[in-house]
């Protein structure tokens, strides 16, 4: 069954520090995985999109990195700030329909001063 | 550029009544539509997508229906609620061909 899990489901963090978010997922054949930030209430916003022959893509202070071999990504946010607060969903795409993404329950990010 | 737009933004509805929530796109043509359901601790499940206008692929069996009568214009509909139907509606875009799919501000639907 074609599947992302994603870990923590939540994680508290002071403003300024550094995290890093975890992906694993068991969709075959793949084709493409996204990051989504989501804030309470509203549509999800793209943070990067990879292919499997891309292993890091990098949208200023996010980077996620692909490893298409054990099937895990991360993504990684650096000097975090208050607005970074959000719901963070991790999305595979498969090969054979590119219409239907698999999405994770995402991880809840909580930025305190 | 692109704009994604869904009313109503919120909705408050009996069991038993009917649904429309209506999603357009504004500045592109042909794009793919979706509807997605994000019910409270779930992630987001696809409800339908569709091609073209009045072609729709529907990806869970339901009360729910789904129509695209203009390029740019899709619509969830449901002749009756059920409790179950609650949860945050959202509406979403891509170019064919480009993997990147744009997502509404969304419906949050409480079925009481």
């Known amino acids: 069954k074609n599947q992302v899990e994603q870990s923590p489901q939540s994680l508290i963090i002071l403003e300024g520090k550094n995290c890093t978010l975890q992906?694993?997922?068991?969709?075959?054949?793949?084709?493409?995985l996204r990051w989504y930030k989501q804030d309470t209430g509203r549509g999800p916003v793209s943070l990067t999109i990879m292919t499997f022959s891309e292993n890091t893509k990098s949208n200023g202070r996010y980077t996620a990195t692909l490893d298409a071999d054990t099937k895990q990504s991360s993504l990684h946010i650096t000097a975090s700030q208050l607005s970074d607060s959000a719901s963070y969903i991790c999305?595979?795409?498969?090969?054979?329909?590119?219409?239907?993404?698999?999405f994770g329950t995402g991880t809840r990010l909580q930025v305190f001063p | 550029s692109q704009t994604i737009h869904q009313w109503p933004a919120t909705l408050v509805q009996p069991v038993g009544s009917p649904l429309s929530l209506e999603c357009t796109v504004e500045?592109?043509?042909?794009?793919?539509l979706y509807w997605y359901r994000q019910a409270a601790g779930r992630g987001l499940q696809l409800l339908f997508y569709s091609v073209g206008i009045g072609q729709i692929s529907s990806e869970v069996p339901q009360n729910l229906s789904a129509s695209r009568p203009q390029d740019r214009q899709f619509i969830l509909s449901s002749k009756k609620l059920l409790l179950s139907d609650s949860g945050f509606y959202l509406c979403?875009?891509?170019?064919?061909?480009?993997?990147?799919?744009?997502f509404g501000p969304g419906t949050r639907l409480t079925v009481t």
């Open positions: 992906c694993n997922y068991t969709v075959s054949p793949f084709s493409n």
């Open positions: 999305v595979v795409s498969g090969a054979h329909n590119t219409d239907k993404l698999i």
């Open positions: 500045g592109t043509s042909n794009p793919n």
């Open positions: 979403a875009w891509r170019h064919r061909g480009i993997y990147e799919q744009y």
